[in-house]
């Protein structure tokens, strides 16, 4: 392609399907304590 | 549905639903005005005929692309995941903020918790307590392996004896109960010494060490009770602490008023303390305060994420990355899964605050506010209502959320802010959705 560069593909669906396990930390308890940012997060699942 | 953007000379287009991130030519990114699906096999004429500064050959070119990303489900792409909104009801605990002190020896102007009591009696954590709040959330976290626990004020320090007595109760029975605890601690530094030090780069898998930037800043909110600064004190401490934390997290933590939206330059002293991981945030306040965000301050706050992020932008391009900044840090292939992105914290459900006296809210910012009491550590009592109304909010079910381009990178934004603000936890702030928009997309310009 000329005109698009591709920096991320589109994955989200596809976390769907393995998703949901929990096993991940609640995103307030990490630095912000007073906002909420979720896509700042480590998926524990992969690893 | 899509969101583009033009950022530091990049013109950015996000395929919100499936997490595809473009970097494209101003010609696609005008297009996009225009093009949408369904597709021809050509770019239309009435299209063509609005980019006139362009050949057609090569607006022609550009659509043939546009379209071929749409087949491919990278743009356009549908909102599937409703399907998956209510998979939080019944979620164990996993995480808890445990207060430890309802005392605090800073008198910070803009503390939420008025000055560490809450509104209520200045009191600390008892040990019995402490060891208690472990028993509780093991017997309700299911099978949860990972516990997390972090160590809350007012300021935990003032309560050490309860911090370590409850973090070595908690490693003598995690194994026998297959659990993990990570501990984190958020301090204000003042009681620092090497015995806590040590304990704290050896039990805590992160903490939050709070400073609010340049000297004259910091000391303006954050005074000692007896009025003097406190960024004299805590400095040197914090970075004795940084300094043995080797691999293990670490955030300076700091927050930003209308007293100093130059913020930037906060962030740029806390980095030139030698302090590399930093996370300096927007105060939560009543507006009618004089410190407090307020609308009219937003063009100068998104100038000033601009700012940040040039800087970082360049540092990255000359390979010399100084400093991390909490709220642009995104992981565009391994961040969580769509369904932890469908809700924000957790708070309520997943996670939730002991006070001192054992009674449970479901986070800090709630604590105190009696119609969201949860129940107590001591009786085993927890609110199944409050819970499902927590499991239940979710981008679809906040006003706003669904149609916003932002919903699986912020997940909905703080339930907490929203109560605080707007008096309804299904409506998100919108003075904070504003920041958090612009802190996304300086975020992935970052990545691209």
Redesign the interface.
């Known amino acids: 392609m000329t005109h698009i560069k591709t920096v991320n593909k589109a994955n989200l669906k596809q976390t769907a399907a393995k998703g949901g396990c929990g096993k991940c930390q609640t995103s307030c308890q990490s630095a912000c304590k007073t906002s909420c940012t979720v896509a700042n997060q480590k998926c524990e699942a992969v690893k | 549905m899509i969101h583009k953007y033009k950022q530091n000379g990049h013109y950015v287009?996000l395929?919100v639903?499936?997490?595809?991130?473009?970097?494209?030519?101003e010609?696609?990114y005008r297009l996009l005005d225009y093009a949408k699906p369904p597709f021809s096999d050509s770019c239309p004429d009435d299209i063509t005929a609005k980019l006139s500064d362009f050949s057609p050959d090569e607006i022609n070119?550009?659509y043939l692309?546009?379209k071929?990303?749409y087949d491919?489900?990278?743009l356009f792409?549908d909102d599937?995941?409703e399907k998956?909104a209510d998979?939080a009801l019944n979620?164990?605990i996993?995480?808890m903020?445990l207060h430890v002190s309802h005392d605090c020896n800073l008198r910070c102007g803009y503390c939420?918790a008025q000055t560490g009591d809450f509104g209520g009696d200045r009191m600390l954590m008892s040990k019995q307590t402490g060891m208690r709040a472990m028993d509780y959330l093991i017997a309700h976290s299911g099978d949860?392996?990972?516990l997390?626990v972090?160590f809350?004020g007012g300021e935990p320090l003032m309560a050490w004896d309860t911090v370590v007595e409850t973090v070595k109760y908690a490693r003598s029975i995690e194994k026998q109960h297959n659990k993990n605890f990570?501990f984190?601690i958020?301090t204000n530094g003042i009681l620092l010494d090497d015995e806590k030090i040590e304990f704290i780069n050896r039990e805590m898998s992160?903490c939050?060490l709070s400073l609010d930037g340049r000297k004259e800043v910091n000391d303006r909110i954050r005074p000692c009770i007896n009025g003097k600064g406190s960024y004299d004190v805590i400095v040197p401490k914090f970075q004795k602490l940084v300094q043995g934390r080797k691999d293990k997290?670490y955030?300076v933590?700091g927050?930003f008023t209308k007293y100093n939206l130059d913020f930037a330059e906060d962030v740029l002293h806390i980095n030139s303390l030698g302090f590399e991981q930093l996370?300096v945030?927007?105060?939560?306040a009543d507006p009618s305060l004089p410190y407090a965000i307020t609308e009219s301050d937003l063009p100068r706050i998104f100038d000033e994420y601009d700012r940040l992020e040039k800087i970082m932008e360049e540092q990255k391009k000359a390979g010399e990355r100084k400093f991390n900044f909490?709220?642009f840090?995104?992981?565009?292939?391994?961040?969580?899964?769509?369904?932890?992105?469908l809700r924000?914290?957790?708070?309520g459900n997943?996670?939730v605050a002991v006070t001192p006296d054992g009674d449970i809210y479901p986070?800090?910012?709630f604590v105190g506010i009696e119609q969201w009491r949860m129940g107590s550590i001591f009786t085993d009592e927890l609110s199944r209502e409050i819970k499902d109304k927590f499991a239940r909010l979710h981008i679809y079910s906040k006003e706003g959320c669904r149609d916003c381009w932002a919903r699986?990178?912020?997940?909905?934004?703080?339930n907490a802010?929203s109560f605080i603000y707007e008096g309804d936890i299904r409506k998100p702030h919108t003075l904070?959705c504003e920041m958090?928009k612009k802190?996304?997309e300086c975020?992935i310009t970052l990545?691209?």
Do not use: W
């Open positions: 287009v395929d639903c499936s997490g595809g991130v473009h970097e494209v030519d010609l696609a070119e550009c692309e546009l071929q990303l491919e489900g990278m792409t599937d995941y998956y998979m979620a164990p996993k995480a903020c939420f949860r392996v990972n997390e972090d809350f990570r984190t958020t992160n939050v997290d955030y933590r927050t996370s945030e927007p105060v939560v909490f709220h840090m995104i992981d565009l292939n391994q961040g969580p899964c769509v369904i932890k992105r924000g914290c957790g708070c997943e996670y986070c800090h910012q699986f990178y912020c997940s909905g934004g703080c802010n904070a958090q802190r996304i975020a990545n691209l």
